[in-house]
């Protein structure tokens, strides 16, 4: 029997983490965060100053980064960074633009895809990123674009950020965010945008609870969860 996997895309501070954390615990699958991924990579070239638009550089950081995912008791995705866990490092506005700026190259792009591939040939997954629906998992049974309006995402990840004690303004998160758009938008290798069969899913406005809702009942259709 084939896996069963939902992608989930779309722009930073969507809440496309948050909500597919939420969708895995209910449905018993395995929720792969696939922006961490990147941003693991950025934190590498971070400690060994290479600047996050270097691409010769970072691809020569490549064969000394090992990357495990593991989870708590929780369902929480930890990153493990050669044998290191960095999953709050992995989350400053600095370790952002460097996962941005290196997922626009092809050399990144191909050394993490296989390993995106292969959680969903053993698991049955759900995948929040940028290019999951058009990339990673093109035959993905359920596939959702999320997105909001740009102030309500940096709110969202400015509170994210303060509740764990990281000193950053809104005006940091925005600027970070429109950054990060751009970037993402108009990169040449696997751009940001919705597949052809994407359900498109707008945030703005709803409460957790209700975008939750949404995600649970399009898995029940599309799924048969």
């Known amino acids: 029997m084939e896996n069963r996997s939902i992608a989930i895309d779309g722009p930073s501070g969507a809440g496309k983490s948050t909500l597919a954390r939420l969708t895995a615990k209910k449905f018993g699958l395995i929720y792969v965060d696939t922006g961490a991924l990147y941003r693991?990579?950025?934190?590498?070239?971070?400690?060994?100053?290479?600047t996050s638009k270097y691409e010769e550089g970072v691809k020569r950081l490549l064969p000394d980064i090992k990357i495990e995912m593991m989870y708590d008791n929780d369902g929480l995705q930890r990153m493990i960074l050669n044998g290191t866990d960095v999953s709050e490092e992995i989350?400053?506005?600095?370790?952002?633009?460097?996962?941005?700026?290196?997922?626009a190259m092809v050399s990144v792009r191909s050394y993490l895809l296989n390993m995106q591939k292969e959680m969903a040939e053993k698991y049955d997954v759900i995948m929040d990123g940028r290019d999951i629906g058009t990339v990673v998992l093109p035959n993905a049974g359920l596939k959702i674009f999320l997105t909001a309006q740009l102030e309500e995402r940096a709110r969202r990840r400015h509170k994210e950020l303060t509740d764990k004690k990281v000193a950053v303004t809104y005006d940091e998160v925005l600027r970070d965010i429109?950054?990060?758009d751009k970037n993402d938008?108009?990169?040449?290798?696997?751009?940001?945008?919705?597949?052809?069969?994407?359900?498109l899913v707008d945030t703005t406005g709803k409460s957790?609870?209700?975008?939750?809702?949404?995600?649970?009942?399009?898995?029940?259709?599309?799924?048969?969860?």
């Open 40 to 50: 693991t990579v950025g934190l590498y070239a971070i400690r060994n100053k290479v």
């Open 185 to 199: 938008s108009e990169r040449s290798a696997a751009p940001l945008r919705a597949a052809p069969d994407a359900i």
């Open 178 to 180: 429109e950054y990060r």
């Open 91 to 103: 989350r400053t506005p600095q370790a952002s633009i460097y996962a941005s700026d290196v997922s």
């Open 208 to 225: 957790l609870d209700e975008c939750f809702h949404i995600i649970c009942a399009l898995a029940k259709e599309k799924l048969d969860l």
